[in-house]
């Protein structure tokens, strides 16, 4: 059932308030290296790269991995969730244009990065940087990083930026020196001209960088060490003034931040402060944020941003300090995502997810001074569900000088509920306190694309008020790495009106691309009126007679007095009214219409639109608002979605989850629901523990699963049996889904009707219990009137285990084509997620050559560590490597050869040291409201964790318990789960021992 969060030891904390702001030297101050000056980046070689397919693509590997061994039982999931799109149109978008390209970096993924100026957008990804005029029109590149910067090599992590304070750009990227980064800074305002090249070597590996521009310094963070309480991490300040300046020894000071717990999962950057505009107060300090999560370490009590201030003194860098951390509380949020490697963000049509990039602090951390406060904008995701579907969390800090203190001022989670997941945001905040927050945005059936939102000042705080626009639909998936982003970048135009974006997506399947957008939320109009909401009436039992009241808001810069405002009903004109009095440039009023309108009928939904109406508005699009207004029924419940199974999904047994919507007025509590498959006969279900308002929403998850037990479509109808129902033509939803069995492949013979497996193929197979096959000439073809050389022998198993040191097979094979030795090849796959697909991940033998023909061969077969328990589909091909056929592609067709399905049992299977906790005693207590005592008492000495798995195997939680003498103890807390069966796995990762115990939640 729906919204519901799995808890492990939940507890609640308090808040331990505030640190003393005290302060710390620098821990090192050292001095770059001036490599010396560009030529002309106009003047630059044009990188030329051919053409570059996924085979040729570099991945730029991840300098640290974290860990999930060291987090806390129980986790404050995100409870401040935006559900809703926004209402409000914006200016809409200026440029929107495609930036790079897989084919010109070569390189994955393209971390992609620009920044903007009063002529130009400078953008660089992995390898590449390339100029634009603010048109779109490319006016320099695409360069090779190494080219342009003369360290000769493309290491990836590109960084540019704008510095507007001195009218320079910047670019960097990973050095040639052993830790270290390179950078350029131009020479002059135009960025197709000359740069000042610097190098800096660190103390490790600088890992994902992250600049910015601030009066006193370029300052830095980067991904080095590991996460937890006990490592160091530090940032870094360079000499911005000498760099600009091209002298020779510019000094870069390191700065230990104190008290700070990192992330122990995934990348451990902070957040420098960067300035946005040109005004600031003159004293102030440099700002670093970095978030803390309450699963993290057992001393972070509530979620909460960390924040430094850095005094710089470059004349004498005994005076700089670093303060102590103030620590400001946060509604709850949730980083921890899939475990790195993973991927958390589903993709339609593949099992490949992408990363999110979970506990970091978005890139950049944009800043803005106005003349009675300053504002910092915050960004990161957050999980939304505890399904790894992600929102973005939202966080403007102010403080009203540089000595006092930041506060949060208004904080939001964006994560409408349409089943996407947004990530990878950026954020941006104009001249006029309006908050601009572009992102990626993907999810099980919706290839990523980018979009954005946002608020206007004014608005209600904690809302993105701005409707959703998209900037680019996605189009295909990428199927071979989770590596995504690794981050995006929003930038302010000098006009400090216009953001600039720039992130990817992928223009074809496995073919990324950047885009880079502008856009404004609000322009420089002098009269610009706009009704931004319509109040009353609301959905309910309504009457002949209901009073309409609205939101009018001046953008304009022009103060505006008594215009006209207009009001319709179903798209028909009911009353022309006049706003008296006056509303001031920026403000936003109430205004009630006289005229009232007639919603009498029940069941009825009306439109309701207001429009202002004056004569010289400059910006006509924003002017009116609609509103759909229901006479909704007393009891009204419906199923609004089915949202599993999906389309294209394999032959098996499939949970059909639904979404349930509260129509009417009165609160639902108890709801049965039923489906039907192709008409026959109904499984009911029934939704308990809920109180639905109007219009509020819950998932059900069926106990009893949907058999879809051969190819071909299915008509799924999902419906509600709320017996006082007062509309039943609501009730029923009705999906399509169609069911794809595994793809067979065909021998098609040679060119003169020669058999194309008489000889080729396997003529004998052999893998643990499998035995097949004597090894004489002849095709296996099962059945016999399938596809010629397709052996459909499912019905032979073999268990296998995937733990380590247990998990490597031989595989016998046998050919008798004579000609075959180094030219007859064998390929196999294990479908683990059981989707009849055969991906490239679940490929265990990639087109090794048989050595001896005409007598079993042997092949290694090693089945990897921790993959999927159960019954799997395992394929055997093997072709003639001189004919055509593409080995590595489990479904195509070759001239000559064969292909084999078997089956196989992934198991857990001990060794001899796992007796230990084989032998343990594992007792499960079932308690009240789905509550379990969990106790495994036991002589082994190991760190033990525990994994909770769903009916279909999906890993749920993973944390570690705590040891009490020879007895480890979990409360489980199942009261929000949905009904079913759940496996609890007990497992000492010490040993490679496990135990494994059933629970049923009613």
């Not at 010109?104 to 005029?133: L, Q, R």
């Not at 009218?167 to 960097?172: H, L």
């Not at 769903?950 to 009261?975: H, P, V």
Request: proline content about 4%; aromatic content about 10%.
């Amino acid at each position: 059932m729906i919204s519901k969060k799995l808890l492990l030891l939940f507890s609640l904390f308090t808040f331990g308030g505030l640190i003393a702001q005290e302060a710390n030297g620098p821990t090192s101050v050292v001095t770059g290296s001036f490599l010396g000056e560009t030529i002309p980046l106009r003047n630059a070689t044009i990188h030329d790269p051919g053409d570059t397919g996924i085979n040729e693509l570099t991945i730029v590997p991840n300098g640290y991995e974290g860990t999930y061994e060291t987090l806390v039982e129980g986790r404050s999931l995100s409870n401040n969730i935006q559900k809703n799109f926004g209402p409000l149109r914006a200016v809409g978008i200026d440029q929107n244009f495609d930036g790079a390209s897989s084919n010109e970096s070569g390189f994955v993924p393209p971390d992609p990065t620009g920044a903007v100026g009063p002529n130009h957008y400078v953008h660089s990804v992995n390898s590449i940087v390339k100029i634009f005029d603010k048109q779109g029109v490319l006016l320099a590149g695409p360069t090779t990083l190494g080219n342009f910067l003369g360290n000769g090599t493309n290491s990836g992590d590109p960084i540019v930026m704008y510095d507007q304070l001195a009218d320079r750009y910047f670019v960097s990227q990973f050095g040639t020196a052993t830790n270290s980064l390179v950078l350029g800074v131009s020479t002059t305002n135009d960025p197709t001209g000359t740069y000042y090249v610097y190098e800096y070597i660190f103390g490790a590996f600088p890992d994902y960088p992250h600049y910015s521009v601030w009066p006193d310094g370029y300052y830095l963070s980067i991904n080095e060490g590991g996460g937890g309480p006990n490592n160091n991490r530090s940032v870094y300040v360079m000499d911005r003034e000498a760099m600009i300046a091209g002298e020779a020894n510019p000094q870069m000071a390191e700065f230990v931040l104190p008290n700070l717990i990192s992330n122990p999962t995934n990348i451990f950057n902070s957040g420098p402060a960067h300035l946005t505009g040109l005004q600031f107060p003159a004293d102030t300090p440099g700002f670093i944020s970095y978030l803390q999560d309450d699963v993290w370490d057992n001393s972070i009590t509530q979620d909460h941003l960390k924040v430094w201030e850095i005094d710089l003194d470059w004349d004498n860098m005994g005076n700089s300090t670093i303060s102590t951390p103030q620590e400001i509380p946060l509604d709850n949020f949730d980083t921890i995502f899939a475990p790195f490697g993973t991927g958390d963000i589903d993709q339609p049509g593949t099992s490949q997810d992408l990363a999110g990039q979970g506990g970091i602090i978005s890139y950049a951390s944009n800043y803005r001074s106005f003349d009675d406060h300053n504002s910092w904008l915050i960004t990161f995701n957050t999980d939304v569900d505890g399904n790894n579907t992600s929102g973005v969390r939202w966080i403007e800090l102010r403080n009203t000088a540089a000595d006092t203190q930041w506060s949060v001022y208004q904080e939001g989670t964006y994560a409408p509920s349409d089943g996407n997941s947004r990530f990878m945001s950026s954020g941006g905040i104009d001249s006029r306190g309006n908050i601009a927050i572009a992102y990626s945005v993907a999810g099980p059936n919706t290839p990523v694309g980018l979009s954005y939102t946002g608020r206007y000042e004014g608005d209600t705080l904690g809302e993105l008020t701005v409707a959703e626009t998209e900037i680019v639909a996605g189009v295909g998936v990428q199927t071979y790495t989770h590596r995504y982003g690794d981050y995006a970048h929003l930038t302010m135009d000098p006009d400090d009106l216009t953001f600039w974006f720039t992130s990817q997506y992928f223009q074809s399947t496995n073919t990324w691309t950047s885009r880079v957008t502008s856009f404004k939320l609000a322009e420089d109009f002098n009269t610009d009126l706009a009704v931004v909401a319509i109040n009353t009436p609301n959905d309910g039992i309504l009457t002949n007679s209901e009073v309409v009241e609205i939101e009018v808001r001046n953008y304009g810069t022009d103060d505006q007095s008594n215009f006209p405002i207009e009001l319709y009903l179903d798209n028909t004109l009911v009353a022309t009214e006049n706003y008296t009095g006056t509303l001031s440039a920026g403000d936003t009023s109430v205004y009630t219409f006289t005229q009232t309108v007639d919603l009498s009928t029940q069941s009825q939904t009306y439109l309701l639109r207001a429009e202002t109406a004056i004569a010289t508005d400059e910006f006509i699009d924003n002017n009116a608002f609609e509103k759909e207004v229901t006479h909704t029924f007393t009891n009204d419940v419906g199923v609004v979605a089915i949202d599993s199974p999906n389309d294209m999904e394999a032959i098996g047994l499939k949970t059909v989850t639904i979404t349930v919507e509260n129509l009417g007025i009165n609160n639902q509590s108890t709801i049965d629901v039923q489906y039907t498959i192709n008409g026959g006969t109904a499984v009911t279900g029934q939704i308990t523990g809920v109180n639905l308002a109007l219009g509020e929403q819950t998932t059900y998850s069926f106990t009893t699963e949907a058999d879809l037990d051969s190819e071909g479509s299915y008509d799924i109808v999902a419906s509600t049996n709320l017996s006082a129902d007062q509309d039943n033509t609501n009730d029923a939803f009705t999906k399509v889904v169609t069911v794809e069995g595994a793809c067979i492949p065909e021998a098609l013979g040679g060119d003169n009707g020669e058999d194309g497996c008489l000889v080729h193929g396997i003529k004998q197979f052999q893998l643990g219990d499998i035995n097949a096959d004597n090894g004489a000439n002849g095709c296996n073809t099962e059945p016999e009137d399938g596809p010629a050389g397709y052996a459909d022998r499912t019905y032979l198993s073999t268990i296998l285990s995937n733990l380590a040191g247990n998990n490597v097979y031989t595989l016998k094979a046998r050919t008798n084509w004579n000609n075959g030795a180094g030219v007859e090849v064998l390929s196999a796959w294990i479908d683990f997620n059981d989707n009849s697909i055969f991906e490239a991940s679940e490929q265990i033998i990639a087109g090794e050559a048989f050595e001896v023909v005409n007598a079993l061969d042997e092949f290694e077969f090693t089945v990897p560590v921790g993959s999927a328990l159960g019954e799997h589909t395992l394929r055997v091909k093997a072709i003639n490597g001189n004919a055509s056929g593409d080995i590595n592609n489990p479904c195509s067709d070759y001239s000559y050869g064969e292909t084999q399905d078997y089956t196989v049992v992934i198991d857990e299977i001990l060794g001899t040291s796992d007796n230990q906790i084989k032998d343990s005693d594992l007792i499960v207590e079932s308690l009240d409201n789905n509550h379990f005592d969990i106790t495994l008492t036991t002589q082994l000495e190991s760190n033990v964790y525990v994994a909770l798995y769903n009916s279909i195997g999906q890993q749920l939680k993973y944390k570690k318990i705590q040891q009490e003498g020879n007895t480890f103890k979990l409360s489980l807390n199942m009261e929000s789960a949905s009904t079913g069966v759940y496996f609890v796995k007990l497992i000492a990762v010490d040993q490679n021992t496990f135990k494994t115990v059933r629970i049923l939640v009613k």
